[in-house]
Structures are given as C-alpha cells and as structure tokens.
C-alpha cells in the first residue's frame, strides 16, 4: 500500500506538460466591460446590426443576474471588469490558406501535437484553430464547401450566412439562460459555425483546437452547428492551455441542432491548465453546452474527457424534443491537485418514446473533488421514454473527494428511468495482482483506470482516443494507488 | 412573497404561551426555546431555496392559521388501532401520556415517561441531535413542544415485547398544530423495538410536526419503526435523528401513508467504529398526495456501514419524493454504503422525484446506489393473466411484491401482516377502479 501511494503521489506532482507561451503581437482592448465594449468587439467584427442588438439585450440582462454559487466548487470571486473581453493577433486581413498564418502560431500548434501543415494529407480531419478569439487557419473549407456543408469561423458565418445563424443562434441555449451564457451572448468573440445540409453526411470529423493565449484574456466561444434533416457530423473539440498565474474564465457556449433524422456527435478532450500543485492558477471553465433534438429520430451524442481546468462546471444536456429521439452523454472527468470538478448532463424527455444514455466516470486524487450532476426529466407527454444512467467513481488517495447528486423528476407512467453508481477505490489485490505479475505500479493504476473509462474511450473517434488515454496517463501521473 | 399565516399565528402562539410551556421554570429549557423561537422567526418553513425542500412546497401549511392543539383530555382516542401484537401501548396526548400496559407493569430496565414532565433527566440530550440550525422544523418543534414522550432502555436490557407510541392529533373547528417530542435512549447492549403511530382525526385541517431524538449507544439494537397514517386533512412534517456509538445497531421503517402534504426526515450518524443502520421505508401516495422522504446517513467514522431501501407507489395525481443524502467523512475508511430507491408511478398524473446523493470525501469505501422509475412489468402482467388471473390482481399481486421488501423484515408479525393487508387493499381498489374505465 505505502510504495503504491507513494507512485500515486509522485504521479501526482507532476507539471504540467503543455505550458509554454507564445509571444505575438496581440491586439486587445483595455480590460473591462460595459456597452461600448460589446459596440467595439461587434464593430471590430463587422457583424450584423441585429447581432449588436442580441449583445447588448443579453448584456443588459445579465447586469441583473447574479453569479450562481450552487455547484460543490469554491474559488475566489471573479473580477469581471478585470478581464480583457476581446484579444485577436495582429493580421489585417484573414489568412486564406496556411501559408499567409504567422509562423509562430503555426510553431505552437506543432507543440500541441496537430501540425496543421500535415493535417491535410495525413490525418483528413479538417482543423477551425482558434488562437485566442480569432480563427487563424480553416482546412478542407473547399472539399467541405463541394458537399454544401458550412465549417467556418462564428464571425465569417455572420457576414456570409447571416440569416442561418440568426435563425438558430439563441434557439438552444437562449441569451437569458444563465449567467454565465448570457455574459457569452453580450461578449463571444469568436467560435465555429457548421452547417450540414439535407440529406449529407459530413466524410471526415471537424474539429476545432482552442487555446487561451493571451494574459488574463477571457475566451467566449459560441459553437453552434446545425445538422438539416437526415444529415450526419462529427465534431471534435480539442483544448490545451498554457501555464498561467491567474485564473482565466472561460466561458463558452455550445448549441446543437438535430433536425429530423440527423445525428450530432460532439467530442470534447478538454486538457486547460489545472492550476500548480496548490491550486494557484488555472482555468475556471463554465461552459454552456446544450443540444437539441429537434426531429423526429434525430440523435445528439456528448463525449467528453475533462482533464484539465482549475474548475470545470459544465452540463452538455440534450433537448429530446422529437419523438423517437436519442440522447447520449458519455464522460470521463479526472481531477488531481486541487482540481475541482462538476460536471454531468441533463436530458429532458419530451417527445414519445425518446431515449437516453448516461455514462460518468469520475477519476479524484490528490485533493480533486469530482462531482457529478445530472437530471434526468420526463415530460407527461412522453410516453415510453427510457433512460439508463451510470455514474461511477473512482478515488485515488485519501484526501479526494467524490459526490454525486443526479436528480430524476418523472411524470409519465410509462416511461422507465434507472440510475445505477458504485464509488471506489482500486483495489489492492488488483494492484498487488499486477506488480507480482511483474507490471509497475504506475502502468497497473494507468491500465486499471483506463480500464475503467474504456466505455467512455470507445465512444471516441480514434485519434481522440489514442489522445485521450495518453492525457489520461500524463494527468493521474504520479498518483497510483 | 409567500404568505407568512402559519408562521406569524405559531410565532405569536409562543410569545403568548412562553411563560405556561413546559420547562419554563427551567433556564435551560427556557433558553433553548428562545433561541429556536428567534431562529423560527428568522428562518420560517422551508422554502423551494433549500436543496432539500426544492420538490417539497410547504405553501399549502403557509396559509393556514395553526394553532397549538389545546391541552385535550388524557383519554386514549376511542379508535386507537390495535395493538401491535402484544405490546407496551402508549399514547401522547396534550396533558401527558396515558399506558396500556400489563398489569404486572414495565419490565425492569424499561422506562416511559412524559416528556415534559421528565425534562431533567433529558438535559444534555434534548436538542443535541436535532438542531435548529438545518431547515425544517425543528426550530418551531422546539420553541413550541408541549406534549411527547421519553424511553429509556438501560443498558443491557432486552425488551421482550415492543413499545407502541401513538401520537393522535385532531381538531375540529379549527386548524390545529401539534409539536411531539420524543427522545428515545438505548442504553449499551440494549436491544428493543419501538413504533412510532401517527394517526389524526377531526373535520378542520391538522399539522403534526413531530420530532425525535434517538441515542443508540454502544453495542445497543434498536428498531424503529415510524407509520404515518393521517387523514386526508392531515399535514405531517416530521424529523427522526439518531446517534449511533460503537457496534450499535439502528434499524429504521418510515412507512407514510397518509395525509395530504408529509414530509419526513431521517437521519442518523455513525459515530462510533462498527456501527451499522439500515433506514428502509415506503412511500404510497393517491389522490392529490405529496408524500416526500429526506434521509441522510452520515459516515463519521470508520468501519461504519449502511444499508437503505426505499420505495414508493404513486398513483391518480400523487406526487412522490425521495431524496437520499450519505455522507463519508474525511477519514471515514471503511465504508460500506448501499442505496436502492425504487418507484413505480401507476398514472399519468403522479410524478416522482428521485435524488441519490453521495458525497465521498475518503478513499476506502464501497458505496453503491441504484434508483429506478417504472411501471408495472408487462411481462410479469401478461404471465399472470395468462394464468387466469385478472388485470387488477395481478396488478396488485406485482406492487403488494414490491411493497413486501420493504415490509418483510419488519420486526413486529402483527404490523407486519396488518401492513401487508393493508397494502394489498390499497393497491387492489386503486387498480379496480381503473380497470373499469
């Protein structure tokens, strides 16, 4: 037990693998927030008149709301006129291909591992980068354009296909929705736009990289993709961070709409910087994300492996509005040091004879505290609607902590709701099982916890799986048990 | 602004009656009445704020008018149920206790007195387990108490048969209020079963808000048992909180039945290495129905382990909820915590809301949970109608099962048998009736 806890600890103290930043002439405004700001970034972004309209509804209405304190976190309050609402790097016009993006940027992207200049040939995955709050670089746009589908950068989207987003943006997660998400509808800087027409299935995944950059710049996404009738996407959302003082917000908005018989699979490897060792620093990442089923048969999947962040508060949910439609969330949330997470899913049942999955895998060492949250709702109206939960938590070191509060609320007789969760540690005898079969400590507790995700793993496209289990090893490094 | 009618009316009650309540000659007594009284005045009922009340709206009582139960007279209600087997029979009424025991008397070892009329020997024991702190009711339970019951069990006593607590409220006329106390005291190595009876009567509206405080010391076994069967005019609102030493054991049934509006809270925490609880219950509710359970087990020491089991059948327009807190402590190893809720919902219009809640802050510790909602299993249904048995049967034959779980370990035969009619009654007419349409 003892050489085993001390692995764990040593895997533990690790650093941070991905801290590194990289020095580019920013173009930012003075930090603070009030109406001239949001005139400014919407100015700045030559966007619609109705847009700056949107803003500023949501601005003023947030102005009332006040900051929700019910998630199991604590953290230091959040000077919001600290933070620098928009920051994009110094290029007048957008680059068209790769070659006109700063050699830098394209360095720092090498050291996150997705070399873009390769990522045509090799791997056939389309990449929206987002460096700080402007798109720099969007592959495949061509190919994706032959097919009708729409991958490209929030702002593009509301010079170029103004009337699509404005029928949708909003229709998910509406600008009053919480806090956090109506500070997003006043302040979002940039994000991407995918548009996937009637009857197409996108040929390869897309995916975004964000990474927060720029000192004590907030970053506001706003995702929003649209999948028409019978239409097929996969979206891959990547993120690491580099190795920062203060704490950032992050506080993105993602929305999603099925129409019928469409399929969304959203898959989210999230790696932000968690903090030192004591807690200091880290990104506090407050994330709106909702999908909804609009359709008849339509299907939206959540992935999620969360990794990093000081404090991660998030609930993918989905809106099974269509009648046999299908809701999906899969997750794995690791927290170490004094990470703090909670973070599940709601699904609300409203169409007949709906259904949903829920799988949570929550990893605690050190002093993380893992915390899942989720609802699970049945409307009167739908009638067979079926559900399956399982949450289950790992704990790692004696000092962690593990919660769940899942809330199921039913009002149809005819709708079946399970929930199952079991909370552990792993066991001794496993270990000991492990190492007398001459395996190490640290690559046992790395097997048997990637064991333990592996129904989460699978649900990932391949290279995010490959990604997701060597994040896994780098986080809980240092903290077998 | 939610209308303040009950809390005003009760707040004024304990400022005209504070110098005539029980132990008002005694600073302690007097003092923590005060002090709940304040808080009850700062804090009122619980709102749909708290997390544990967010399912559970309390207006329906807001706007009622209570008034303490005046004293009655200390006569058994003249329809008391039957005895739970043979049993030591008590009921609690306003102006003290009345016994139906044997004529040979209590067994040595065994004491059952009037609260109010035992107040010193409960120092350092009342309102140490319920504080007035949590949300609830315990704060206006506390500054208003006039009426309930203290049993004692010394240490290494066995009891050989149970002991019935019948709370019996009623009013006519008016709305009336009535605060139980109840401090029960297993002595080390004691062993004992005892039932708490709610029953109300009379044609105006009745809120019984009752509260007991359980010590389970050492080595001790305790059943208990809370029925609640109200009527239909009937608001409940109720705590048990209990206290476990080293190897006690604590068995709880919480079987709620009546009343329009109940709420029960149980907790218990694990103080002493070893010690063990199951808290099982069921919840049945028809009609307009609200029936809500709160239970919290709290791992504070190592070694502990506990077991829950809670069901509910929920029909018409009822409306079931259950919410089950565990706590593991920081350094609480050793944990074993099992969990099972479990709800059948037979109409379109009952709702059930359900919330397992684990809270882990130790590593060494197995702690499982599982919550279902569902309906009848059709293919359990079509088996036995295909064996000739009706629609309606064996709708009542599949919940009086599910019900039986719950019921089965229930340590006195008499309830137990009585209890398992009863369900089966119950369950019987509702899906008759249903059938028909």
């Given at each position: 037990?003892?050489?085993?806890?001390?692995?764990?600890?040593?895997?533990?103290?690790?650093?941070?693998?991905?801290?590194?930043?990289?020095?580019?002439?920013?173009?930012?405004?003075?930090?603070?927030?009030?109406?001239?700001?949001?005139?400014?970034?919407?100015?700045?972004?030559?966007?619609?008149?109705?847009?700056?309209?949107?803003?500023?509804?949501?601005?003023?209405?947030?102005?009332?709301?006040?900051?929700?304190?019910?998630?199991?976190?604590?953290?230091?309050?959040?000077?919001?006129?600290?933070?620098?609402?928009?920051?994009?790097?110094?290029?007048?016009?957008?680059?068209?291909?790769?070659?006109?993006?700063?050699?830098?940027?394209?360095?720092?992207?090498?050291?996150?591992?997705?070399?873009?200049?390769?990522?045509?040939?090799?791997?056939?995955v389309?990449?929206?980068?987002?460096?700080?709050?402007?798109?720099?670089?969007?592959?495949?746009?061509?190919?994706?354009?032959?097919?009708?589908?729409?991958?490209?950068?929030?702002?593009?989207?509301?010079?170029?296909?103004?009337?699509?987003?404005?029928?949708?943006?909003?229709?998910?997660?509406?600008?009053?929705?919480?806090?956090?998400?109506?500070?997003?509808?006043?302040?979002?800087?940039?994000?991407?736009?995918?548009?996937?027409?009637?009857?197409?299935?996108?040929?390869?995944e897309?995916s975004?990289?964000?990474?927060?950059?720029?000192?004590?710049?907030?970053?506001?996404?706003?995702?929003?993709?649209?999948?028409?009738?019978?239409?097929?996407?996969s979206?891959l959302e990547g993120?690491?961070?580099?190795?920062?003082?203060?704490?950032?917000?992050?506080?993105?908005?993602?929305?999603?709409?099925?129409?019928?018989?469409?399929?969304?699979k959203?898959s989210t490897v999230?790696?932000?910087?968690?903090?030192?060792?004591?807690?200091?620093?880290?990104?506090?990442?407050?994330?709106?994300?909702?999908?909804?089923?609009?359709?008849?048969?339509?299907?939206?999947?959540?992935t999620q492996v969360?990794?990093?962040?000081?404090?991660?508060?998030?609930?993918?949910?989905?809106?099974?509005?269509?009648?046999?439609?299908?809701?999906?969330?899969?997750?794995?949330?690791?927290?170490?040091?004094?990470?703090?997470?909670?973070?599940?899913?709601?699904?609300?049942?409203?169409?007949?004879?709906?259904?949903?999955?829920?799988?949570?895998?929550?990893?605690?060492?050190?002093?993380?505290?893992?915390?899942?949250?989720?609802?699970?709702?049945?409307?009167?109206?739908?009638?067979?609607?079926?559900?399956?939960?399982?949450?289950?938590?790992?704990?790692?070191?004696?000092?962690?902590?593990?919660?769940?509060?899942?809330?199921?609320?039913?009002?149809?007789?005819?709708?079946?709701?399970?929930?199952?969760?079991?909370?552990?540690?792993?066991?001794?005898?496993?270990?000991?099982?492990?190492?007398?079969?001459?395996?190490?400590?640290?690559?046992?507790?790395?097997?048997?916890?990637?064991?333990?995700?592996?129904?989460?793993f699978?649900e990932l496209p391949m290279e995010f799986a490959v990604e997701a289990q060597k994040l896994?090893?780098?986080?809980?490094?240092?903290?077998?048990? | 602004?939610?209308?303040?009618?009950?809390?005003?009316?009760?707040?004024?009650?304990?400022?005209?009656?504070?110098?005539?309540?029980?132990?008002?000659?005694?600073?302690?007594?007097?003092?923590?009445?005060?002090?709940?009284?304040?808080?009850?005045?700062?804090?009122?009922?619980?709102?749909?704020?708290?997390?544990?009340?967010?399912?559970?709206?309390?207006?329906?009582?807001?706007?009622?008018?209570?008034?303490?139960?005046?004293?009655?007279?200390?006569?058994?209600?003249?329809?008391?149920?039957?005895?739970?087997?043979?049993?030591?029979?008590?009921?609690?009424?306003?102006?003290?206790?009345?016994?139906?025991?044997?004529?040979?008397?209590?067994?040595?070892?065994?004491?059952?007195?009037?609260?109010?009329?035992?107040?010193?020997?409960?120092?350092?024991?009342?309102?140490?387990?319920?504080?007035?702190?949590?949300?609830?009711?315990?704060?206006?339970?506390?500054?208003?108490?006039?009426?309930?019951?203290?049993?004692?069990?010394?240490?290494?006593?066995?009891?050989?048969?149970?002991?019935?607590?019948?709370?019996?409220?009623?009013?006519?006329?008016?709305?009336?209020?009535?605060?139980?106390?109840?401090?029960?005291?297993?002595?080390?190595?004691?062993?004992?079963?005892?039932?708490?009876?709610?029953?109300?009567?009379?044609?105006?509206?009745?809120?019984?808000?009752?509260?007991?405080?359980?010590?389970?010391?050492?080595?001790?076994?305790?059943?208990?048992?809370?029925?609640?069967?109200?009527?239909?005019?009937?608001?409940?609102?109720?705590?048990?909180?209990?206290?476990?030493?080293?190897?006690?054991?604590?068995?709880?049934?919480?079987?709620?039945?009546?009343?329009?509006?109940?709420?029960?809270?149980?907790?218990?925490?694990?103080?002493?290495?070893?010690?063990?609880?199951?808290?099982?219950?069921?919840?049945?509710?028809?009609?307009?129905?609200?029936?809500?359970?709160?239970?919290?087990?709290?791992?504070?020491?190592?070694?502990?382990?506990?077991?829950?089991?809670?069901?509910?059948?929920?029909?018409?327009?009822?409306?079931?909820?259950?919410?089950?807190?565990?706590?593991?402590?920081?350094?609480?190893?050793?944990?074993?915590?099992?969990?099972?809720?479990?709800?059948?919902?037979?109409?379109?219009?009952?709702?059930?809301?359900?919330?397992?809640?684990?809270?882990?802050?130790?590593?060494?510790?197995?702690?499982?949970?599982?919550?279902?909602?569902?309906?009848?299993?059709?293919?359990?249904?079509?088996?036995?109608?295909?064996?000739?048995?009706?629609?309606?049967?064996?709708?009542?034959?599949?919940?009086?099962?599910?019900?039986?779980?719950?019921?089965?370990?229930?340590?006195?035969?008499?309830?137990?048998?009585?209890?398992?009619?009863?369900?089966?009654?119950?369950?019987?007419?509702?899906?008759?009736?249903?059938?028909?349409?």
């Amino acid at each position: 037990m003892s050489d085993s806890s001390h692995d764990i600890e040593s895997l533990a103290n690790r650093e941070y693998k991905w801290g590194f930043v990289t020095d580019i002439e920013q173009d930012t405004i003075p930090p603070g927030l009030n109406e001239d700001v949001i005139r400014h970034i919407s100015a700045k972004k030559g966007e619609p008149s109705w847009m700056l309209e949107w803003r500023l509804k949501a601005y003023r209405r947030w102005l009332e709301m006040t900051e929700p304190h019910w998630p199991h976190v604590h953290y230091d309050p959040i000077d919001y006129q600290s933070i620098v609402y928009y920051a994009a790097p110094k290029k007048q016009d957008g680059p068209a291909s790769l070659d006109e993006v700063d050699p830098e940027l394209l360095r720092t992207f090498e050291k996150l591992g997705i070399p873009l200049a390769e990522q045509k040939q090799l791997t056939g995955v389309a990449v929206d980068a987002v460096f700080d709050s402007v798109s720099v670089a969007t592959t495949f746009k061509e190919k994706l354009g032959e097919l009708g589908i729409i991958f490209c950068s929030m702002s593009e989207a509301l010079r170029d296909h103004s009337e699509l987003v404005k029928k949708y943006i909003g229709s998910v997660v509406p600008y009053s929705d919480n806090f956090f998400a109506t500070l997003n509808s006043a302040v979002f800087t940039d994000g991407s736009f995918v548009y996937v027409p009637k009857g197409v299935r996108c040929p390869m995944e897309l995916s975004t990289y964000f990474r927060i950059n720029a000192q004590k710049t907030g970053q506001f996404e706003r995702t929003l993709i649209v999948a028409d009738e019978g239409s097929h996407v996969s979206y891959l959302e990547g993120c690491t961070a580099p190795m920062r003082d203060e704490n950032q917000l992050h506080a993105a908005v993602v929305e999603l709409v099925a129409l019928e018989n469409a399929e969304i699979k959203y898959s989210t490897v999230q790696n932000w910087y968690p903090g030192d060792k004591d807690g200091r620093g880290g990104i506090f990442n407050f994330v709106t994300k909702r999908g909804r089923c609009a359709g008849r048969r339509s299907k939206i999947s959540w992935t999620q492996v969360e990794t990093g962040s000081a404090i991660t508060w998030k609930y993918p949910s989905v809106l099974l509005q269509g009648d046999d439609s299908i809701g999906e969330f899969y997750s794995v949330a690791v927290t170490n040091n004094r990470q703090q997470a909670d973070t599940g899913t709601k699904m609300i049942h409203i169409g007949k004879n709906t259904r949903s999955t829920i799988v949570s895998k929550g990893i605690s060492a050190g002093r993380g505290q893992n915390t899942y949250r989720g609802l699970v709702e049945v409307h009167p109206r739908a009638t067979d609607a079926r559900n399956y939960t399982q949450c289950d938590s790992l704990l790692i070191g004696d000092r962690c902590g593990a919660h769940t509060f899942p809330y199921i609320d039913a009002r149809n007789s005819e709708a079946v709701v399970e929930h199952e969760a079991c909370t552990s540690k792993i066991g001794e005898d496993q270990l000991f099982y492990c190492q007398q079969r001459g395996i190490s400590a640290e690559d046992a507790v790395s097997m048997i916890v990637n064991g333990f995700c592996k129904q989460v793993f699978r649900e990932l496209p391949m290279e995010f799986a490959v990604e997701a289990q060597k994040l896994l090893g780098v986080t809980l490094e240092g903290s077998v048990g | 602004m939610s209308p303040v009618v009950a809390q005003d009316s009760l707040i004024e009650a304990y400022r005209s009656r504070r110098a005539e309540l029980a132990g008002a000659e005694s600073g302690w007594v007097e003092e923590l009445r005060r002090q709940a009284a304040e808080r009850f005045e700062e804090t009122g009922l619980p709102g749909p704020r708290e997390e544990v009340w967010r399912h559970t709206p309390l207006d329906p009582i807001r706007r009622v008018p209570f008034r303490p139960a005046a004293n009655g007279a200390a006569t058994l209600p003249v329809d008391l149920p039957e005895r739970v087997g043979e049993a030591y029979r008590v009921a609690v009424t306003g102006s003290g206790i009345l016994l139906d025991i044997p004529e040979n008397g209590l067994p040595r070892g065994l004491t059952i007195g009037s609260l109010v009329e035992s107040l010193d020997r409960v120092k350092g024991r009342l309102g140490q387990l319920a504080d007035c702190e949590s949300p609830g009711i315990t704060a206006v339970n506390t500054a208003l108490f006039d009426r309930g019951v203290l049993i004692e069990l010394a240490p290494h006593v066995t009891l050989d048969r149970p002991v019935h607590v019948v709370h019996h409220v009623e009013s006519n006329g008016e709305p009336r209020a009535a605060f139980p106390r109840v401090v029960i005291v297993a002595g080390e190595g004691s062993q004992g079963v005892i039932v708490e009876h709610y029953r109300s009567g009379g044609d105006s509206p009745t809120l019984s808000a009752p509260v007991t405080e359980i010590f389970v010391e050492s080595n001790a076994r305790l059943d208990h048992v809370r029925l609640q069967e109200e009527s239909e005019r009937a608001f409940h609102v109720g705590r048990v909180v209990a206290e476990q030493r080293s190897a006690s054991r604590l068995r709880s049934w919480s079987l709620a039945l009546g009343s329009s509006l109940a709420r029960v809270d149980i907790e218990t925490r694990l103080a002493g290495e070893g010690a063990e609880c199951s808290l099982e219950g069921i919840f049945a509710g028809r009609n307009r129905q609200h029936l809500d359970h709160y239970t919290r087990i709290d791992h504070a020491s190592p070694s502990t382990s506990s077991r829950e089991t809670y069901k509910g059948i929920l029909d018409d327009r009822a409306r079931g909820v259950f919410l089950g807190h565990i706590l593991v402590r920081p350094g609480a190893q050793k944990i074993n915590a099992n969990q099972t809720s479990r709800s059948v919902v037979l109409s379109r219009g009952a709702r059930v809301n359900m919330k397992p809640w684990l809270e882990i802050y130790a590593d060494d510790v197995r702690c499982t949970h599982g919550t279902t909602v569902g309906h009848l299993d059709d293919d359990a249904l079509f088996y036995l109608r295909s064996r000739g048995i009706s629609l309606a049967e064996a709708r009542a034959t599949l919940l009086r099962g599910f019900a039986w779980e719950v019921l089965k370990e229930l340590p006195v035969d008499t309830l137990r048998s009585r209890l398992d009619r009863q369900m089966l009654m119950w369950l019987g007419n509702g899906v008759a009736g249903r059938l028909e349409s």
